[in-house]
């Protein structure tokens, strides 16, 4: 056996000697690489530290193919790209929403509409499950079509439909009711 693959297997096992041998030899060059792509150090850290949560967490599925330094170097640059485009994210509804309370911030009685409707929209932001919020999202803020959300994600455009769908449901339900 491979010496990756033996690592690999042992902390299948749950042998937390491997682990913590990986955990130390890996470490800092997985921070330096991942601060390298997010230019924020504490992100960087947290990004590893989560990394090597998950691994352990998952051991059992486990599976290396080749090399254990590529596969964590890989697995950092996905987490590190999907920090990004959740800070892209909130840029840009941040963004929006200041846009927004500018354009409309005629009189004392419209702002605090406006911040309430904000807070309503929120709360059911953090309703929805996690994909059916992210699809919302890409779609209203990000102005992406189904299709192309569809092929960012990688799922089906009927998914992307369907979790719209349930989105829009729950937006309706929530702005309709009176306080």
């Not at 950092?76 to 354009?103: D, F, M, P, W």
Request: some cysteine.
């Amino acid at each position: 056996m491979s010496g990756d693959k033996e690592i690999a297997w042992r902390i299948r096992r749950g042998d937390k000697d491997a682990f913590e041998s990986l955990f130390r030899s890996s470490y800092a060059t997985l921070v330096r690489y991942a601060k390298g792509i997010i230019k924020d150090h504490n992100e960087a850290e947290e990004t590893v530290q989560e990394l090597f949560f998950r691994l352990w967490q998952d051991k059992e599925k486990l599976n290396i193919g080749s090399s254990l330094n590529g596969y964590l170097f890989r697995a950092v640059h996905n987490r590190c790209l999907h920090y990004i485009e959740h800070l892209k994210v909130v840029e840009k509804y941040t963004g929006s929403q200041l846009n927004r309370e500018q354009e409309f911030a005629d009189t004392p009685a419209e702002v605090y509409q406006f911040i309430e409707l904000q807070d309503r929209i929120a709360r059911v932001l953090e309703k929805l499950p996690e994909r059916c919020g992210r699809i919302f999202c890409m779609n209203r803020f990000d102005g992406l079509k189904y299709a192309e959300i569809a092929v960012q994600l990688g799922i089906s455009v009927k998914t992307v439909e369907a979790d719209m769908g349930k989105a829009l449901k729950e937006f309706r339900q929530v702005l309709s009711e009176r306080k």
